[in-house]
Every structure is written in structure tokens, then in C-alpha cells.
């Protein structure tokens, strides 16, 4: 079992920024490729950013591509979601995820282990 743990959300307004975190902790954090989804109320939850293992390749949805930036840092069990120039639509629960390959976490083919969420809020 890998337990997930996010924080860092909050209400901001319009064009500033936030930094989430996922914290997490059980099995070995380099063996899986993480992620984040989010949804909104009423909306599906979906895909926002991935990252592989070791770092090195990273996916983003169009809707957040240029202004979110995720990393890792795996001497910490950390996986962060930098966001910047925030817009209303960008309120939602924020999500972390894992998976073992990062393709079927971008495709949400398969996701392995879920965050309880952290909400985002931004003001217009």
C-alpha cells in the first residue's frame, strides 16, 4: 500500500500562485510515476500533470500547459504541483495519484493509488 497525502491548497486570486505537495509513504516512492487530477464540482475528475520515476519526463494538460510545473523530489517522498497565473477555472480538488508506468496515469488507464484531495480556490 502507498498512502498519499496532499497539501498546499487554499484560495488565491486571480494570477497568483500556489504550491501543492504530495507526501508519501509505504512502499518504495522510485517505483511508481506520480501524478495529478483534479476535479470540479459537477465535472469529471481529469487529468492535470504526470511525472515519471526518475523525473525525467513529465505530461501536462493543455489547459494548464505554461503556467503548472510538476516535480519530484524522491529523497523526500515528494511530489509537488507548482501553480502559476491561476484562473477561476482552475478551482477544483486537486488529487494526487500513483501509478507504476506513467502512460495508463496520463491515459487514467490505470491508477494505482489516490490522495484524499486538496482544494483550490481561486477567486475572480
Known amino acids: 500500500q502507498v498512502q498519499l497525502v496532499e497539501s498546499g491548497g487554499g484560495l488565491v486570486q486571480t494570477g497568483g500562485s500556489l504550491r501543492l505537495s504530495c507526501a508519501a509513504s509505504?512502499?518504495?516512492?522510485?517505483?511508481?510515476?506520480m501524478g495529478w487530477y483534479r476535479q470540479a464540482p459537477g465535472k469529471e475528475r481529469e487529468f492535470v500533470a504526470a511525472?515519471?520515476?526518475?523525473?525525467?519526463?513529465?505530461y501536462y494538460a493543455d489547459s494548464v500547459k505554461g503556467r503548472f510545473t510538476i516535480s519530484r523530489d524522491n529523497a523526500q517522498n515528494t511530489v509537488y504541483l507548482q501553480m502559476n497565473s491561476l484562473k477561476p477555472e482552475d478551482t477544483a480538488v486537486y488529487y494526487c495519484?500513483?501509478?507504476?508506468?506513467?502512460?495508463?496515469?496520463?491515459?487514467?488507464?490505470?491508477?494505482?493509488?489516490w490522495g484524499q484531495g486538496t482544494q483550490v480556490t481561486v477567486s475572480s
Open positions: 511525472i515519471s520515476s526518475n523525473g525525467d519526463i513529465t
Open positions: 509505504g512502499r518504495p516512492f522510485t517505483n511508481y510515476a
Open positions: 495519484a500513483a501509478a507504476y508506468r506513467i502512460t495508463p496515469l496520463v491515459t487514467r488507464t490505470r491508477v494505482d493509488y
